[in-house]
């Protein structure tokens, strides 16, 4: 059983001014009724869509915080910049590693996918005009999650991702604790007691059939240095994989992965136009 279902729903134009707080226009949520649901019941989900018939394209934006922390609160921004372009958004709360250890994170968005592939159609969406976008773990996963879905025997057909847009990831996480080893408790939480690295890594999962990347990094971001952006670039290029890689000058990890990045380069305009590139 999916832990996705839909309950109810609300559209909201691209018209109307954003609402303070955001949750004075409630979107449409689902909630966590199956199997793989943690105790504080993570698997929920919130939808906005532009007013209209659609089909819109969708775009599954995935929230950071060092896999520990975080909600999909931190996505609706984002969320509803994209609707005066016509795209959909999903927001997913997924399993923390206070209570579930990798690929507790990984099979949550797997399920997401698989919930949007089931029942965009109901809310307007267009399954086969897919994107994930992310920052920080939710960068991490966007990658993760990306390319696992992109191959057998979790390619699943009633969907198709046409871009992923990682900003702040990790994607080499044996490289990033050699980096920065003051963050051993982050990824001993993530592995738990058997996962690898390389489980959880995303270069270790790239493979011919992944689609366009475009990531982003700040050069002075010491949470997570830009190298692990350089790195999966590289190995993307090497395997014939569509890729840019921005590297923003003088940004930090925080100011990228604010409900405003910093623009023109690392924000919503660079957001906006890699998707408008890919899924209009």
Not at 12 to 36: D, K, M, N, Q
Not at 184 to 208: F, K, M, Q, W, Y
Not at 229 to 234: E, G, P, R, Y
Request: glycine share 8%; with cysteine.
């Amino acid at each position: 059983m999916n832990p996705f279902t839909a309950t109810y729903r609300i559209p909201v134009s691209p018209l109307l001014p954003t609402p303070s707080p955001l949750e004075a226009c409630p979107p449409w949520r689902g909630e966590g009724r199956g199997e793989g649901a943690s105790a504080a019941q993570r698997n929920t989900l919130d939808v906005l869509t532009p007013d209209g018939p659609g089909p819109f394209p969708v775009v599954v934006i995935i929230h950071g915080g060092g896999w520990r922390e975080g909600s999909n609160a931190a996505a609706h921004h984002h969320a509803r910049m994209l609707l005066p372009l016509g795209i959909a958004s999903v927001m997913p709360n997924y399993r923390l590693t206070t209570t579930d250890p990798h690929p507790a994170q990984q099979d949550d968005i797997l399920a997401v996918l698989d919930w949007v592939g089931a029942n965009a159609r109901d809310f307007g969406g267009d399954p086969m005009r897919l994107a994930l976008l992310g920052w920080s773990a939710g960068g991490h996963l966007v990658a993760q999650v990306g390319l696992l879905a992109t191959r057998l025997p979790l390619k699943n057909p009633a969907y198709r991702i046409r871009c992923l847009h990682p900003v702040c990831g990790v994607f080499d996480v044996a490289q990033w604790l050699r980096d920065c080893p003051q963050y051993a408790p982050e990824v001993n939480a993530l592995l738990g007691p058997s996962a690898t690295a390389s489980d959880a890594s995303p270069i270790s999962h790239i493979n011919p059939d992944a689609p366009p990347f475009r990531l982003t990094h700040g050069t002075a971001d010491t949470v997570v240095p830009p190298n692990q952006s350089t790195l999966l670039h590289d190995a993307l290029q090497r395997a014939n994989i569509p890729v840019e890689c921005l590297l923003v000058p003088n940004e930090r990890h925080t100011s990228l992965c604010t409900p405003r990045p910093s623009e023109p380069l690392g924000g919503m305009e660079g957001f906006s136009s890699f998707l408008k590139k890919h899924l209009l």
